[in-house]
């Protein structure tokens, strides 16, 4: 969009309201900030697009320190995520360097007009809405947008130049920062990836006493033996044979580097084995290791009837498989689409599967986003606990009525029964595949990312208390209260509808349809007859649906993609960017709701 097109556009931002702030000396005011360009970034820690864009938004942020100020808006999903002090944990975690407001009644995002994590909204010097973009992959046009309007507010004498409100939290001092998972080595000690750390640390089976640090702390992704990572995740030993014939013993999910790495447990060294530290957007997901692209491996799994490593990629809601022996990366399961759908494993849904655990012919795997226990066997994928994208809870009994809350591990016990890390209810959960039940082992776990069986005891990484721990497990039975997304829905009309995806090319570039359509929009519903007429995929970013007749409410699953490329007919070889969202948009039927649903890739919605 034009500096021409976004006077055209002008809308008086909201101003920012919530429950408190974080990272800052006090609350804020857009009035406060006049002078400076303000970066709303609206996002909810649970969710791999918005931690993603985080990392997207580093070096934007330290190109323009001096006149741009980012601000995290915490739109909590989770009622977990809705705690402060969580919150607090996840700003620590994840280095968050800008202020964040605290919104946990979701009160500016509904201001903003906001409909999916994660999204960015730009405000100009004089306190107006200039771009609304959702998803990832914006960076280089907001840097385009931010260099269009500091040369603008400078000619105006409207920029401020100098510190922005920003005020770091008092550093903490632990052995461990947030550990993410853990195994137990041949040489009977346990493994941590350390991941606030960017480290691993090898433990006596004490659970406490440090051996070796593997890292030198810092952010990076340097080999060898003294090797850097960028919080990593999830840890898999390799059968003895295949050890001794790749040379390394373990494989680390490298989860904000995109890589899997090696690790030799004689030397300490670290190899990188696969994946090209680029991310994944589109393409080849087949092929040698080192050249094809991952996108936040969180776990990993020895998996012997695939006959190699299971990968749980949850930034594209797929199951990838890693040779090796034969240095080569597949596609296990998986389409990309964020939902939950069983069936052949080409053809299934997934929401950002975060732990993985084989069990002979199954692979046991949990999916976050639905809050779901599921597994892999024989090429069929099934749910045993979980419901779909909007509900959670904390409720044990029957499997088809029990709840879980945004789990991120997995471990199968000694009796066939399968532990859950139930990371945002604070408990360890047990799945009797015997008697189809799912009970409490243990609860008031400071959010559990991992679990696994140490010499008869169940040993817990509980990742906000910075430890590994030895719960009490008096086996209780909880019969909690069911949740569901805290989200406003979307007013809509029954009957025909116009859904539009609003999408406009960064200056300087156009749609690239050298080699056919450049947009693609797939749409789903759940229940799947919500949609009487329109679901399915297509080229056309405008879709024509029908609510179907007796459904009061729903959910819409829009998955759109544009691909543009700089428009310079002098370039022989120009630059260019898939831009991907998915949405997940709770709707409400009403007869006096609105007849069109825009949702907004990049730019603004001039109709609205």
């Known amino acids: 969009m034009t500096t021409a097109q976004r006077r055209r556009a002008r809308v008086r931002a909201p101003e920012l309201v919530g429950r408190g702030w974080l990272?800052?000396?006090?609350?804020?005011?857009?009035?406060?900030?006049?002078?400076?360009?303000?970066?709303?970034?609206?996002?909810?820690?649970?969710?791999?697009?918005?931690?993603?864009?985080?990392?997207?938004l580093r070096p934007l942020e330290t190109e323009f320190e001096d006149v741009l100020v980012t601000i995290g808006v915490h739109s909590p999903k989770f009622a977990h995520e809705a705690?402060?002090?969580?919150?607090?944990?996840a700003v620590e975690r994840y280095e968050v360097h800008h202020p964040v407001l605290d919104d946990p009644e979701l009160t500016t995002w509904q201001n903003y007009a906001v409909k999916a994590w994660p999204t960015l909204a730009l405000v100009d010097p004089e306190g107006y809405?200039?771009?609304v973009a959702a998803g990832e992959g914006h960076v280089d046009a907001l840097r385009q947008i931010v260099t269009e309007l500091v040369a603008e507010h400078e000619a105006k004498g409207t920029l401020h130049r100098g510190?922005?409100?920003?005020?770091?939290?008092?550093?903490?001092?632990?052995?461990?920062?947030f550990p993410a998972k853990a195994v137990v080595t041949p040489r009977n000690t346990l493994l941590v990836s350390d991941s606030a750390h960017h480290s691993l640390v090898e433990l006596d089976l004490d659970g406490e006493t440090v051996l070796r640090r593997i890292g030198t702390g810092e952010r990076g992704r340097r080999d060898g033996v003294e090797p850097t990572f960028s919080e990593p995740a999830g840890l898999a030993l390799l059968p003895p044979d295949v050890a001794a014939e790749v040379g390394y013993h373990v494989v680390v999910a490298d989860t904000v580097n995109h890589l899997l790495r090696g690790l030799d447990l004689d030397t300490g060294e670290v190899t990188t084995v696969a994946g090209t530290g680029e991310q994944w957007r589109d393409g080849d997901t087949d092929g040698p290791a080192d050249a094809i692209h991952l996108t936040s491996p969180w776990d990993v799994a020895w998996w012997e009837p695939a006959g190699g490593v299971a990968i749980a990629l949850a930034g594209n809601h797929t199951l990838g498989l890693f040779k090796p022996v034969e240095?080569?990366?597949?596609?296990?399961a998986g389409t990309t689409v964020e939902g939950l759908g069983d069936g052949p494993r080409e053809e299934a849904f997934f929401a950002q599967t975060s732990g993985l655990a084989a069990d002979g012919d199954r692979l046991w795997l949990v999916d976050s986003e639905t809050s779901a226990l599921r597994y892999l066997e024989h090429g069929e994928v099934r749910t045993a606990v979980g419901k779909g994208l909007f509900d959670f809870g904390h409720r044990d009994g029957p499997a088809d009525q029990a709840l879980l809350q945004h789990p991120l591990g997995v471990a199968v016990l000694p009796d066939g029964a399968v532990a859950v890390a139930d990371t945002y209810n604070g408990a360890i959960r047990r799945y009797d595949p015997a008697t189809d039940e799912v009970s409490t082992l243990a609860t008031d776990v400071r959010e559990p990312s991992d679990v696994l069986f140490v010499d008869g005891e169940l040993v817990v990484v509980a990742s906000a208390a910075h430890r590994l721990e030895r719960p009490v497990a008096p086996g209780t039975k909880v019969l909690g209260e069911a949740h569901r997304v805290r989200r406003p829905p979307t007013v809509l009309a029954p009957g025909d509808l116009e859904l539009t995806v609003v999408f406009t090319p960064p200056a300087g570039t156009k749609l690239d349809d050298r080699y056919g359509p450049s947009t693609r929009l797939e749409v789903t519903s759940s229940p799947p007859?919500?949609?009487?007429?329109?679901?399915?995929?297509?080229?056309?970013?405008?879709?024509?649906?029908?609510?179907?007749?007796?459904?009061?409410?729903?959910?819409?699953?829009?998955?759109?993609?544009?691909?543009?490329?700089?428009?310079d007919p002098a370039v022989e070889h120009p630059v260019c960017k898939l831009t991907r969202q998915d949405w997940g948009v709770p709707v409400r039927i009403a007869a006096d709701g609105p007849r069109r649903l825009p949702l907004l890739m990049g730019g603004l919605d001039e109709d609205r």
């Not at 510190?163 to 920062?177: F, K, M, Q």
């Not at 240095?327 to 296990?332: K, N, Q």
């Not at 007429?533 to 649906?545: F, V």
Request: proline share 6%.
């Open 83 to 89: 705690d402060p002090d969580a919150l607090r944990a």
């Open 529 to 567: 007859g919500l949609l009487a007429e329109g679901a399915g995929a297509g080229t056309d970013l405008r879709r024509a649906i029908r609510i179907a007749d007796g459904y009061a409410e729903g959910v819409l699953h829009v998955v759109a993609q544009a691909a543009s490329c700089t428009d």
């Open 23 to 56: 990272n800052t000396a006090g609350p804020l005011k857009l009035e406060d900030l006049r002078g400076k360009v303000v970066l709303l970034d609206f996002w909810t820690f649970c969710c791999i697009n918005c931690l993603h864009v985080l990392d997207e």
């Open 327 to 332: 240095r080569r990366l597949e596609r296990l």
């Open 129 to 131: 809405v200039v771009h």
């Open 163 to 177: 510190d922005g409100p920003y005020v770091p939290p008092a550093p903490a001092d632990t052995e461990l920062r």
